[in-house]
């Protein structure tokens, strides 16, 4: 199976500081997302990649930013967290197998205070 | 844009009853479309898929679930739910306008009396 880790999976911030969320993967895939998920939305996409450094804003992309330095690591930026940003965060990389199959990570739970 | 609409929030059976969660989507042809489960504290794994061929598809832990056309529907049922499929399940659908990055619906979090 294909293999994500996220960093951190917990952690409580305060308003107003700088956040960053670590998507790693071990597969090689050109494509990385990150969505959030919150009651009653289900998951909202806020940025993928697809390669280094090529990144696109996704539905709910206002108050974040990415990078991809390098095909392995996809990182969330919060530069200045709200408390309207707290969720759990969840990176994915295709499947494989069919076009828009994913398969996520374990997710990252963000509480802004 | 492709959307997709889960119009039951909250579905409660008891255990051992038949399960039919909802699932429309909004696009002009024929989308991919996917069900995920979510387990408590987990990430999202996928139950099953389509993307042609038989409407009616099989997936993991006995789930099934059909694909019309003419309704936009692919929903998704079992025929005897156990105490261990409570989670939350949500429906997606990826089409090739969005580059086929998966539009999710909002969830329908299952309910399993015993």
């Known amino acids: 199976d294909a293999g994500i880790t996220q960093s951190p999976r917990h952690k409580v911030t305060e308003t107003g500081t700088p956040v960053t969320l670590r998507c790693h993967q071990t597969e090689n895939h050109r494509y990385m997302y990150w969505y959030r998920q919150d009651p009653g939305h289900g998951l909202r996409l806020i940025h993928y990649?697809?390669?280094?450094?090529?990144?696109d804003k996704g539905e709910v992309s206002d108050g974040y930013s990415v990078s991809r330095s390098k095909t392995e690591d996809f990182l969330l930026t919060l530069e200045s967290a709200t408390s309207s940003q707290t969720s759990v965060y969840f990176c994915a990389i295709p499947s494989g197998r069919v076009a828009g199959e994913l398969f996520f990570g374990e997710g990252s739970r963000l509480t802004v205070l | 844009a492709q959307s997709v609409t889960q119009p039951d929030i909250h579905i409660t059976v008891s255990e051992g009853a038949s399960l039919e969660l909802r699932c429309n989507y909004s696009?002009?042809?024929?989308?991919?479309l996917f069900w995920y489960v979510q387990s408590p504290g987990q990430g999202l794994q996928l139950l099953l898929k389509y993307f042609s061929g038989d409407t009616l598809v099989q997936g993991i832990k006995g789930f099934e679930a059909e694909f019309k056309r003419s309704q936009s529907s692919f929903n998704l049922r079992k025929p005897s739910v156990h105490w261990s499929d409570a989670a939350e399940y949500f429906c997606a659908v990826g089409a090739p306008g969005g580059s086929y990055i998966p539009t999710f619906g909002r969830g329908t979090s299952l309910i399993v009396h015993p």
């Open positions: 990649s697809y390669g280094v450094k090529d990144t």
């Open positions: 696009y002009g042809a024929t989308p991919y």
